[in-house]
């Protein structure tokens, strides 16, 4: 990847973070260490999860709440929700 | 004023001061102090005020309002050899401990009865208490937190200049045909001026008259902030900081080996809070803290806008980081390319001489 | 109890960009928002409703817009929402603003006497921190700035004693009501409204009071006229864009280069020289 | 005492929206739930409004809905690295008002329409995530769960507009889980100029826009399209691609965007623009195949939650809106007769949908998402083919034309063989008839 720092991408956008309550979570973070290509740290277009030795860590500060991470998991190992009313990515434009 | 419904003053309005006002001469600043001792802020506020002053070729005056004791000629001798002129002394048992009452009461009095053209106060949690009601009650201007301060030398009225909309724009704002003209000014922004030992004054004393039952408002106690273990990064003149780079929280410990020769506060970036190598109050950047010491060194750290907007006004960035592209050296002052894990001890080993030479000159 | 809270909608300033390169500002898509300092004090006054039970009515003066800054106050549980708005108000400065503020209060305590004012500490797009202190002076009532937290509070004896932030320490006073609180952040959270709240807030009928209703009838002392201060121009900050000096030595030993940095910042930033010396 | 209404719509999208106006309109008690901070806080769109759909529902709408410009020129490009081949439609019909299509920012547009729908009468409240959908004994559908305190509300119907990820009916279990081949990941950007020089690079009036739909190589082997559409004073840029596809690339969504941003035809369109916003949605592209159970005992789905996208034509927001209104209509219909919201008396919804353009549409093109799929020649081959030809024919080097004529025939026999050449053009034949 040719250096795109995706953090200044989400700069940009506006959040509110629902602190210390994150509405996405690894089931189980050994099935992550089991899985060969980890799509997750590739397509999700926030790039939330990130690869860390066997294990993958998920920040979702910069979620974009796409869904794209539950339905690309082959091991369903993603729990999948909204974030509370009213917090979490709030388009300007959209 | 708020800046969003406020069109900018098109045509320049021409600021015709009427006669009253025209007596109004001289900069005058509100001395700060706090069990003994006068807070920096209001020696950084004597040496803004010296240069209002001279450029008005008006006389710099400090504003003491104490209880009765030594103390008081104390802090005037001090604001002597800060800049000051003269130095207006209030001393009433009421003074004391700060309330708002007493000291709002005090302060309008000297100003209607000496008049100064500009009145600056530090903005510190009394100065702001202070400058509030003290502005509303005389019914003039009052600017807050100004940046910048100077004289517009067309009208002699003062320029000051505010950062607006959360820091990312600046604003000039003027005080009308009201006097004084007031502004309060955080502490660390304004240069601290040289101490000339021996420059004296004169002390114009002015009574207060005010007893304890007039004051609704009592203090009960005092409890000082117990500052040894609540990291104060806000505060810290410098900062060691570490990032997700260092790979591992074990190579954290060269942070704080580091922190410990430069007597340093240690912070890091959200990602090792996340990880949760570091507490939350040492994180520095959007969703943590703002810092502004004079030495703050990075190792590993990115250097992610995230990050930047909560150091980047640091007066000497040090950035260690083994990507040579890393954002952080588009800002910092000094770059080293390299793995932190080597170069941090030899840092750290490098200023220990380096302090031991001071010492022994010093 | 009647508690009444001063809340200002204002700009989400983080959003708020200068164009990098022809440094304009950048205002298109910037919500407004509440000023994140009155969360504070309307969730201290939600809390002391909870605890003493009565009223808490939210006031705003501000562009009709404002609506949405109120029903969200509501929304939280705060009771009665009331915009102050008129055309006269436009680029009132913190003096005149006060005044409007504590011409409605006096009104809203003709119809139910108020125990406590709440404000935040200040406003994000502002930062002055002068209207509290200027409403308590108009109405005559206690100051109690950066308050952290609220000790007692004895409605019959009418006396509260708060916890203050001061410089180097936190003052514990002793007052009476009614007084205006403004509120230290991070005292406390705001909490998340319950579905009633939601419900009650979304059929709200608002009151609109203009400058006659709010009991304002010297105009010269609100808007542009009573402002003592006006905003003579706004610009952008010259950014310091300046790439890092690289430190590099010939046979890369990292001590050469701890030593090479140290030589290169004693000798360009002697406020850090200085530092270093009074630790030395 | 707990809430009651006629109907609940979860989600202020434009199928939310236009379920919600309609059946305010017609005098229901209604109760609109948006989990964003505000109607259009959290949906993303290219974006382009069809007048059609609108119309039907609010006919004066143009009279104060925030519009960006009225669409006068439709690009279509087929992209090679450095290149591309295509059409220009643009019409001065299209200047004539009452104009057909409209660029549009999502934001601005849904809370206006949110607007109209609490004019309407409908009572609409944001910040509020329905957490699950509520049923009795039989299974039917009797309300919704938010997820605040005491947060039970109780209807006789509930509208499921709450987008592709179709949470409530997921969890409800009325459908399966969205499979990577049946949606696409779109990623975008929308850059801020001057509105001056929006209209001096795409050569447009004021009030005048272009829009551009790009495919081939741009999206790197992916079944995929990009796009670029003028707004008032900004552009929105994004590329799309099947998630079934990129599971399979080495690139994240942002690498692909940045060299779509980079395309030699689309650099020079962005420059100077100031980004201010990069959204990522899932679009629904399973087509009619996909299409889920949409009615039940006590409710029906609406909009991108019915997958209810016909992606060739780029048509969402207008079937969103059409299956939104024809919901309520069921549900009007159906009341004033006094029936029960039953699954056998809601199945009328989709007896009305099969009539109508939208299921028609999507059945003409159900196979068109299989073959794509399996062929991304379309994607890669073809384009290249087409623009080296073309690059060829009008390269003047000297070369007799018939002597170029031979070569680009021989490079797509090479390319493709005469007899895969007739199996595709018969795929295209078939997807598209």
């Given at each position: 990847m040719s250096g795109i720092k995706i953090e200044e991408k989400l700069f940009q956008n506006r959040y509110l973070v629902d602190a210390d309550n994150p509405h996405i979570r690894i089931k189980d973070p050994a099935l992550c260490g089991q899985c060969s290509n980890q799509p997750c740290t590739i397509c999700c277009p926030a790039g939330c999860y990130t690869r860390e030795e066997q294990k993958v860590v998920l920040i979702t500060d910069g979620c974009l709440e796409c869904g794209t991470c539950r339905i690309i998991c082959s091991r369903q190992n993603v729990e999948w929700e909204y974030p509370r009313g009213g917090y979490g990515i709030q388009f300007k434009f959209g | 004023m708020s800046e969003e419904t406020q069109a900018p003053a098109k045509k320049k309005r021409k600021i015709v001061l009427d006669e009253r006002l025209q007596a109004y001469k001289g900069v005058w600043v509100f001395v700060e102090h706090e069990r003994g001792h006068i807070h920096p802020v209001s020696l950084e506020l004597l040496g803004e005020g010296r240069k209002l002053a001279d450029s008005l070729g008006a006389e710099l005056a400090g504003v003491v309002l104490s209880a009765p004791g030594d103390e008081a000629k104390e802090y005037c001798n001090t604001a002597f050899e800060y800049g000051a002129d003269l130095c207006y002394l209030m001393q009433n048992e009421v003074l004391r401990d700060y309330r708002n009452d007493p000291f709002t009461r005090g302060l309008t009095e000297l100003v209607n009865t000496y008049q100064p053209e500009i009145l600056l106060l530090g903005a510190t949690t009394q100065g702001r208490d202070l400058a509030g009601s003290v502005a509303t009650t005389l019914k003039t201007g009052l600017t807050a937190d100004c940046t910048g301060l100077e004289i517009d030398p067309e009208n002699r009225s003062l320029l000051s200049t505010r950062p607006t909309f959360g820091g990312s724009l600046l604003c000039t704002i003027v005080t009308l045909n009201y006097r004084p003209q007031m502004a309060t000014v955080r502490p660390r922004v304004m240069a601290m001026p040289e101490q000339q030992p021996g420059r004296s004054g004169r002390i114009i004393e002015h009574p207060l008259a005010m007893v304890e039952t007039d004051i609704v408002t009592k203090v009960l106690e005092f409890i000082a902030d117990d500052t040894r273990d609540k990291p104060q990064l806000p505060f810290a003149d410098i900062i060691v900081a570490g990032g997700r780079g260092l790979g591992k929280p074990e190579n954290f410990q060269l942070i704080w080996d580091l922190a410990r020769v430069l007597g340093a506060e240690v912070g890091g970036s959200r990602p090792v809070v996340q990880a949760g190598w570091l507490e939350l109050d040492r994180q520095v950047g959007q969703s943590g803290k703002t810092v502004r010491p004079k030495l703050y060194i990075a190792a590993g750290i990115s250097g992610a806008i995230q990050h930047r907007v909560g150091m980047e006004s640091a007066d000497c960035i040090i950035a260690i980081n083994n990507d040579p592209n890393a954002p952080i050296f588009d800002f910092a002052h000094y770059g080293i390319v390299g793995d932190a894990m080597t170069i941090l001890p030899a840092l750290t080993e490098a200023f220990r001489q380096k302090l031991a030479t001071l010492k022994q000159a010093g | 109890m009647h508690s009444v809270v001063c809340i200002k909608q204002v700009p989400d300033s983080a959003q708020i960009r200068v164009h990098p390169v022809t440094n304009t500002i950048m205002r298109q898509g910037v919500p407004a928002i509440i000023n994140p300092y009155d969360l504070f004090a309307l969730e201290e006054a939600l809390r002391l409703k909870d605890r003493f039970g009565g009223k808490v009515t939210v006031i705003t003066m501000g562009p009709p817009q404002a609506e949405t800054a109120l029903r969200k106050a509501l929304s939280f549980g705060a009771d009665d929402a009331i915009l102050i708005t008129d055309k006269a108000f436009a680029g009132a400065d913190t003096l005149a603003t006060s005044y409007a503020l504590a011409a409605a209060l006096r009104k809203l305590n003709e119809l139910t006497?108020?125990?406590?004012?709440?404000?935040?500490?200040?406003?994000?797009?502002?930062?002055?921190?002068?209207?509290?202190?200027?409403?308590?002076?108009?109405?005559?009532?206690?100051?109690?700035?950066?308050?952290?937290?609220?000790?007692?509070?004895?409605?019959?004896?009418?006396?509260?004693?708060?916890?203050?932030?001061?410089?180097?320490?936190?003052?514990?006073?002793?007052?009476?009501?009614?007084?205006?609180?403004?509120?230290?952040?991070?005292?406390?959270?705001?909490?998340?409204?319950?579905?009633?709240?939601?419900?009650?807030?979304?059929?709200?009928?608002?009151?609109?009071?203009?400058?006659?209703?709010?009991?304002?009838?010297?105009?010269?002392?609100?808007?542009?006229?009573?402002?003592?201060?006006?905003?003579?121009?706004?610009?952008?900050?010259?950014?310091?864009?300046?790439?890092?000096?690289?430190?590099?030595?010939?046979?890369?030993?990292?001590?050469?280069?701890?030593?090479?940095?140290?030589?290169?910042?004693?000798?360009?930033?002697?406020?850090?020289?200085?530092?270093?010396?009074?630790?030395? | 005492m707990s809430e009651k209404f006629d109907a609940i719509v979860v989600g202020a999208g434009p199928a939310g929206n236009a379920a919600a106006y309609t059946l305010a309109k017609a005098g229901l008690s209604v109760l609109q739930i948006e989990r964003g901070e505000a109607p259009g806080s959290k949906n993303v769109q290219g974006a382009i409004l069809y007048s059609d759909a609108l119309e039907r529902i609010i006919p004066d709408f143009r009279e104060d809905a925030p519009l960006e410009r009225h669409i006068i020129e439709q690009r279509m490009w087929v992209m090679d690295d450095e290149s591309y081949i295509g059409t220009h439609f643009r019409s001065n019909d299209f200047s004539k008002p009452p104009h057909n299509r409209y660029t549009i920012i999502r934001a601005k547009f849904d809370k206006w329409f949110s607007k109209k729908v609490q004019e309407a009468g409908a009572l609409v409240i944001c910040e509020t995530t329905v957490k699950e959908l509520l049923r009795d004994k039989t299974g039917k559908v009797i309300g919704v769960e938010t997820d605040r305190t005491e947060g039970k509300i109780y209807a006789d119907v509930v509208v499921l507009a709450d987008g592709v990820n179709s949470t409530l009916a997921r969890k409800a279990g009325f459908r399966p889980e969205l499979e990577p081949k049946h949606v696409a990941l779109a990623v975008k950007e929308i850059h801020f100029l001057p509105k001056e020089t929006v209209e001096s690079r795409f050569n447009i009036q004021k009030g005048q826009g272009v829009v551009i739909e790009m495919m081939g190589k741009l999206t790197k082997g992916m079944m995929g399209t990009g796009f670029l559409y003028t707004n008032n004073d900004s552009i929105s840029v994004g590329v799309g691609v099947m998630l079934s596809d990129l599971m399979r690339q080495k690139m994240t969504p942002y690498e692909l965007l940045e060299q779509t941003k980079n395309h030699p035809s689309i650099k020079p369109l962005l420059e100077g623009g100031e980004m201010k916003e990069y959204a990522a949605h899932l679009i629904p592209e399973g087509g009619y195949h996909a299409i889920p159970q949409v009615f039940g005992d006590g409710w029906l789905i609406a909009g991108d939650s019915g997958m209810f996208v016909n992606a060739v034509h780029r048509e969402g927001s207008n079937l969103a809106m059409t299956t939104g209104r024809m919901a309520a209509e069921t549900i009007i219909d159906l009341r004033a007769s006094g029936k029960a919201m039953s699954a056998a008396n809601l199945a009328e919804y989709r007896r009305r949908l099969d009539d109508s353009f939208v299921i028609k549409d999507m059945k003409k093109y159900k196979d068109l998402p299989e073959i794509f799929h399996s062929n991304n020649q379309f994607f890669t081959t073809y384009p290249e083919l087409v623009n080296r030809s073309a690059y060829t024919m009008l390269t003047v080097d000297g070369v007799d034309k018939r002597s170029k004529e031979k070569e680009i025939f021989a490079s797509f026999r090479e390319q493709r063989s005469l007899f895969g050449m007739l199996g595709d053009a018969f795929k295209l034949w078939r997807a598209f008839r």
């Amino acid at each position: 990847m040719s250096g795109i720092k995706i953090e200044e991408k989400l700069f940009q956008n506006r959040y509110l973070v629902d602190a210390d309550n994150p509405h996405i979570r690894i089931k189980d973070p050994a099935l992550c260490g089991q899985c060969s290509n980890q799509p997750c740290t590739i397509c999700c277009p926030a790039g939330c999860y990130t690869r860390e030795e066997q294990k993958v860590v998920l920040i979702t500060d910069g979620c974009l709440e796409c869904g794209t991470c539950r339905i690309i998991c082959s091991r369903q190992n993603v729990e999948w929700e909204y974030p509370r009313g009213g917090y979490g990515i709030q388009f300007k434009f959209g | 004023m708020s800046e969003e419904t406020q069109a900018p003053a098109k045509k320049k309005r021409k600021i015709v001061l009427d006669e009253r006002l025209q007596a109004y001469k001289g900069v005058w600043v509100f001395v700060e102090h706090e069990r003994g001792h006068i807070h920096p802020v209001s020696l950084e506020l004597l040496g803004e005020g010296r240069k209002l002053a001279d450029s008005l070729g008006a006389e710099l005056a400090g504003v003491v309002l104490s209880a009765p004791g030594d103390e008081a000629k104390e802090y005037c001798n001090t604001a002597f050899e800060y800049g000051a002129d003269l130095c207006y002394l209030m001393q009433n048992e009421v003074l004391r401990d700060y309330r708002n009452d007493p000291f709002t009461r005090g302060l309008t009095e000297l100003v209607n009865t000496y008049q100064p053209e500009i009145l600056l106060l530090g903005a510190t949690t009394q100065g702001r208490d202070l400058a509030g009601s003290v502005a509303t009650t005389l019914k003039t201007g009052l600017t807050a937190d100004c940046t910048g301060l100077e004289i517009d030398p067309e009208n002699r009225s003062l320029l000051s200049t505010r950062p607006t909309f959360g820091g990312s724009l600046l604003c000039t704002i003027v005080t009308l045909n009201y006097r004084p003209q007031m502004a309060t000014v955080r502490p660390r922004v304004m240069a601290m001026p040289e101490q000339q030992p021996g420059r004296s004054g004169r002390i114009i004393e002015h009574p207060l008259a005010m007893v304890e039952t007039d004051i609704v408002t009592k203090v009960l106690e005092f409890i000082a902030d117990d500052t040894r273990d609540k990291p104060q990064l806000p505060f810290a003149d410098i900062i060691v900081a570490g990032g997700r780079g260092l790979g591992k929280p074990e190579n954290f410990q060269l942070i704080w080996d580091l922190a410990r020769v430069l007597g340093a506060e240690v912070g890091g970036s959200r990602p090792v809070v996340q990880a949760g190598w570091l507490e939350l109050d040492r994180q520095v950047g959007q969703s943590g803290k703002t810092v502004r010491p004079k030495l703050y060194i990075a190792a590993g750290i990115s250097g992610a806008i995230q990050h930047r907007v909560g150091m980047e006004s640091a007066d000497c960035i040090i950035a260690i980081n083994n990507d040579p592209n890393a954002p952080i050296f588009d800002f910092a002052h000094y770059g080293i390319v390299g793995d932190a894990m080597t170069i941090l001890p030899a840092l750290t080993e490098a200023f220990r001489q380096k302090l031991a030479t001071l010492k022994q000159a010093g | 109890m009647h508690s009444v809270v001063c809340i200002k909608q204002v700009p989400d300033s983080a959003q708020i960009r200068v164009h990098p390169v022809t440094n304009t500002i950048m205002r298109q898509g910037v919500p407004a928002i509440i000023n994140p300092y009155d969360l504070f004090a309307l969730e201290e006054a939600l809390r002391l409703k909870d605890r003493f039970g009565g009223k808490v009515t939210v006031i705003t003066m501000g562009p009709p817009q404002a609506e949405t800054a109120l029903r969200k106050a509501l929304s939280f549980g705060a009771d009665d929402a009331i915009l102050i708005t008129d055309k006269a108000f436009a680029g009132a400065d913190t003096l005149a603003t006060s005044y409007a503020l504590a011409a409605a209060l006096r009104k809203l305590n003709e119809l139910t006497p108020v125990d406590l004012v709440f404000t935040g500490k200040q406003t994000i797009d502002g930062d002055t921190a002068q209207v509290g202190p200027g409403i308590a002076k108009r109405l005559e009532l206690q100051l109690l700035t950066y308050v952290s937290r609220i000790v007692e509070l004895d409605l019959d004896q009418r006396t509260i004693v708060v916890e203050r932030r001061a410089e180097g320490g936190v003052q514990v006073l002793k007052s009476s009501t009614p007084c205006l609180i403004t509120m230290l952040e991070g005292t406390n959270q705001m909490r998340f409204g319950t579905m009633p709240d939601m419900f009650r807030a979304a059929r709200y009928e608002l009151q609109q009071w203009d400058r006659t209703a709010a009991g304002i009838d010297d105009v010269t002392k609100i808007g542009l006229k009573g402002s003592p201060t006006i905003v003579s121009k706004v610009f952008t900050p010259t950014p310091r864009a300046k790439k890092a000096e690289m430190i590099t030595v010939e046979n890369g030993k990292p001590a050469d280069l701890a030593v090479e940095l140290i030589a290169r910042i004693t000798k360009s930033f002697p406020t850090v020289e200085k530092e270093l010396a009074k630790r030395a | 005492m707990s809430e009651k209404f006629d109907a609940i719509v979860v989600g202020a999208g434009p199928a939310g929206n236009a379920a919600a106006y309609t059946l305010a309109k017609a005098g229901l008690s209604v109760l609109q739930i948006e989990r964003g901070e505000a109607p259009g806080s959290k949906n993303v769109q290219g974006a382009i409004l069809y007048s059609d759909a609108l119309e039907r529902i609010i006919p004066d709408f143009r009279e104060d809905a925030p519009l960006e410009r009225h669409i006068i020129e439709q690009r279509m490009w087929v992209m090679d690295d450095e290149s591309y081949i295509g059409t220009h439609f643009r019409s001065n019909d299209f200047s004539k008002p009452p104009h057909n299509r409209y660029t549009i920012i999502r934001a601005k547009f849904d809370k206006w329409f949110s607007k109209k729908v609490q004019e309407a009468g409908a009572l609409v409240i944001c910040e509020t995530t329905v957490k699950e959908l509520l049923r009795d004994k039989t299974g039917k559908v009797i309300g919704v769960e938010t997820d605040r305190t005491e947060g039970k509300i109780y209807a006789d119907v509930v509208v499921l507009a709450d987008g592709v990820n179709s949470t409530l009916a997921r969890k409800a279990g009325f459908r399966p889980e969205l499979e990577p081949k049946h949606v696409a990941l779109a990623v975008k950007e929308i850059h801020f100029l001057p509105k001056e020089t929006v209209e001096s690079r795409f050569n447009i009036q004021k009030g005048q826009g272009v829009v551009i739909e790009m495919m081939g190589k741009l999206t790197k082997g992916m079944m995929g399209t990009g796009f670029l559409y003028t707004n008032n004073d900004s552009i929105s840029v994004g590329v799309g691609v099947m998630l079934s596809d990129l599971m399979r690339q080495k690139m994240t969504p942002y690498e692909l965007l940045e060299q779509t941003k980079n395309h030699p035809s689309i650099k020079p369109l962005l420059e100077g623009g100031e980004m201010k916003e990069y959204a990522a949605h899932l679009i629904p592209e399973g087509g009619y195949h996909a299409i889920p159970q949409v009615f039940g005992d006590g409710w029906l789905i609406a909009g991108d939650s019915g997958m209810f996208v016909n992606a060739v034509h780029r048509e969402g927001s207008n079937l969103a809106m059409t299956t939104g209104r024809m919901a309520a209509e069921t549900i009007i219909d159906l009341r004033a007769s006094g029936k029960a919201m039953s699954a056998a008396n809601l199945a009328e919804y989709r007896r009305r949908l099969d009539d109508s353009f939208v299921i028609k549409d999507m059945k003409k093109y159900k196979d068109l998402p299989e073959i794509f799929h399996s062929n991304n020649q379309f994607f890669t081959t073809y384009p290249e083919l087409v623009n080296r030809s073309a690059y060829t024919m009008l390269t003047v080097d000297g070369v007799d034309k018939r002597s170029k004529e031979k070569e680009i025939f021989a490079s797509f026999r090479e390319q493709r063989s005469l007899f895969g050449m007739l199996g595709d053009a018969f795929k295209l034949w078939r997807a598209f008839r």
